[in-house]
Structures are given as C-alpha cells and as structure tokens.
C-alpha cells in the first residue's frame, strides 16, 4: 500500500488543512507513516507569518533534497503559505520539489477531491472546521491576506452538515477557525454572521462545546458577545489579540482601534460572560518602538491579566506593508529582552489565575494521552492531566484539580461523573 507523510508548521488552520488532506489521502488508499523515509508521497504544510517558521520551511525542503536522489520515485509537494503568486521562482529554488498548491487547495495531480473524502474519517474529539478563508484587514507586519487571498465564506449550511458530520464520527466539539471569523458571512447572499452560524451549530445533538477563533478587537460585536452569554455549547473562552499597548504603534500596525476601545471591549466582555477566559497576542519591537512604548504593552498587560498570552517579535515579510515602509530598526538583543519580560510577566500571572483552581472541580473533554496520562481541557481552554486506567478518549470527566503551573493543571478523577 502506497504511504503518505504530512509535515505541518503554523496556526490551526494549518492544522486543520493538514488533517483534511490525510483523510483525503487515505480515501485514494494511502496510508501515513510517521517518516519521510517511508512515505511515496510527503506534503510540507508550510507557514512564514515570521522569518523563524520561514527558516523552518527552508530547512524541511532543503533536508529533503538526498531523499529525492536516492528515491527518485518519491512524490514532494508544498503547500500553505509558502506557496505566492511567483510558483515559478520556488520552482526554481527548489527543484526537488514536485508540486506546489496554494493553502486550502488539493493536490488536483491525484483526481478530484469530493467533499465527503475531504473530511476526518476519524476526527478527534476536539476538531477544527473553518468557516472563512483569507483577510481583508492588511495588518501592516501580516503576509497573511497575500498567500490566503481576501475573506471567503462557507455556507451556513454547508457548515452545519459538515459539523453533523464530524458528530456522527466521532468528534465532541469543534473549533471555528478563521483569519478574521469576526468577518464571517458578510461576503454571502443573506450577509449571516458568527452569531447566527453559532445558534445553529449550538443545537446540533450530540456535539458538547463550541468555540471559535481568531477574533479582530475592531470587528467583534455586540451580538456576538450576547450570543456567547445565551447559548450553552459555546465555551468561555476568547482569543483577542491586541498585539500593542501603545496607540501610536497600532496605528502604526493598522489594527484601527485604539488601547482604550479595546480596554472597553474586555470589560463589556467580562460583564457579560461569567468566568470567561481570555488569552491575546503581541508583538515586541515593532519598527521604532521606544521602551516607552513597549511599557504601555507591558502596562496592559499587567492590568488586564490574560489567561494567556502569544508573544512574537517583529519579523520583516517582505510583501507585508510594514517591511516595505519602516526600517527594522529595534536591535534582535532589545527584542529578545522584550520578549523575556513579557514572558516572565506572563508566567506569574498564570501562575496567579491557574492557582485560584487549586481544590476546585472542572469539567474536562479527554482528547488522548500523553505520557501515560490522559489529557484534555476545560471548557476555559485549560490543559489538564490526570492519571486514571479506564478508557477516557473523548469523555467529559470531571477532575479535581490537585496540582496548578502556569501551563497546567493536575488533578484526579471524582466518581461517577462521566457524561
């Protein structure tokens, strides 16, 4: 039997992509192997939102190259964002390389793919399925809208069915991924948005959460907030990246709000959703920005205290507009302390919210097991170990939690609960 290998760098929607090309392969009668050595055909499922994943991708292709030689046979493709417009210049760059195919598209060289072959054959219990490809936003530092294209929404309908589906094999809840998923839907017929896509899939039978990401602070709404309020399969927990604390360098960054209409919306957020948590993205050392400013981000931080926090420092893209009109003029030095104190910031308030569930009792989806211990999150998106010999893949369970980290919890398993 003919073997596949997938490599995959990057967010979720890679993540999803990937999972969606291995069924698809497995539908033609491959099937994975865990080596490239092995494989008739390997994907790499490429990312560049920064240099780091950029040099990851080079290096992956460029360890690839004796593995052409000595199996000539062996079938290569990229895909994800790697893949731009000039195919004929990585076509150049990388000979080795058999096919290349944009991020969310198909290998066309073997048939067709069918709907029904795309989809996990054997979804996990937490699965991903996107709702909109693409972003209209042009963040000044982001390469995303270049290599994904301008927004594109599913049906809803197409959605529901296909989250009917994912139940039927298998999956508890689902993660809504998007670029932008507060933009879903304004570019259908009857303009349905998040909220109204997350009171269909709330009544589905048989799936348990629901959740959704990434949000724009200047996009999210309202009705969006209320519908989280309402409906009971949508769990509380939100990704809100607000990437600065300084005012000059979100203008800077083409982000169009301000740190004060962001504060507001984590309020009118916190005032609404009880126990919600909220985790946010940023970025240190931005082109030309002072210690001061960088203060007003650690600034925010500190008041704010997220649940978690994503830090990157800058990293110039080249079609991004960003590298094209500021010279990247912070020191790699400054950036890295940057990045230290947020880090070390971070981590004691985690370690301050995550201890506050010392001796209480959550509610956990098991998504499977990892060093001989099951794993799995709360509905507030927590990471939870537990020892226990019974089958629990794909049960909700609750633990009481024993041990916290800034990272984790532990804990044990209280008697019959499982639902």
Same mark, same amino acid.
């Given at each position: ?19 969606? /090309? ?42 690839l190259k004796s593995l052409k030689r000595s199996r000539p046979g062996v079938t290569i493709a990229v895909t994800g964002c790697l893949v731009n417009s000039e195919v004929n210049q990585l076509r150049k760059n ?145 990704? /809100? ?117 010392s001796g209480k009792t959550v509610e956990v989806l098991v998504e499977g097991r990892k060093k001989g211990k099951w794993q799995g999150r709360t509905r507030t998106g927590k990471l939870v170990f537990f020892s ?32």
């Open positions: 039997m003919a073997q596949y290998h997938i490599w995959t760098i990057g967010c979720q929607m890679n993540k999803a992509e990937s999972e969606r /090309l291995g069924s698809y392969f497995e539908q033609l009668g491959y099937q994975a192997t865990a080596t490239t050595e092995e494989a008739d055909v390997i994907v790499l499922n490429s990312c560049v939102v920064r240099q780091s994943a950029e040099n990851r991708v080079i290096n992956k292709l460029h360890s990388f000979p080795h390389v058999d096919y290349f195919f944009k991020a969310g598209d198909y290998p066309q060289w073997l048939g067709k793919a069918e709907p029904g072959q795309i989809l996990p054959q054997r979804p996990s219990p937490s699965t991903f399925v996107p709702i909109i490809q693409g972003c209209d936003n042009f963040c000044s530092y982001c390469i995303v809208p270049y290599r994904r294209g301008r927004e594109r929404s599913r049906p809803v309908e197409e959605i529901v069915c296909e989250v009917k589906e994912l139940v039927h094999r298998g999956a508890k809840e689902v993660t809504l991924l998007g670029q932008n998923v507060d933009s879903y839907g304004h570019d259908l017929p009857d303009k349905p948005d998040l909220p109204d896509l997350l009171w269909e899939l709330n009544t589905i039978d048989g799936l348990a959460r629901l959740r959704f990401l990434t949000n724009h602070p200047k996009d999210m709404s309202p009705k969006l907030i209320e519908a989280m309020s309402c409906l009971d399969k949508v769990c509380e927990q939100i990704s /809100l990246p607000v990437q600065s604390g300084d005012n000059d360098i979100l203008k800077a960054m083409r982000r169009d709000y301000t740190v004060e209409q962001y504060r507001q919306l984590v309020a009118e957020i916190r005032s609404k959703i009880a126990g919600v948590a909220l985790s946010t993205d940023v970025i240190v050392g931005f082109p030309s920005e002072s210690e001061q400013q960088f203060q007003q981000t650690v600034n925010l931080l500190s008041e704010l205290r997220f649940d978690t926090v994503h830090i990157a420092v800058y990293s110039p893209r080249p079609e991004a507009i960003a590298a094209k009109k500021f010279e990247d003029n912070v020191p790699p030095a400054e950036k890295q302390r940057r990045l230290n104190k947020v880090e070390q910031l971070q981590e004691r308030i985690a370690t301050e919210i995550n201890a506050q569930l226990d010999s019974r089958d629990y893949l794909g049960q909700l369970v609750k633990i009481r939690i024993e041990k916290t980290s800034p990272w984790s919890l532990q804990g044990k398993v209280e008697a019959n609960n499982i639902r």
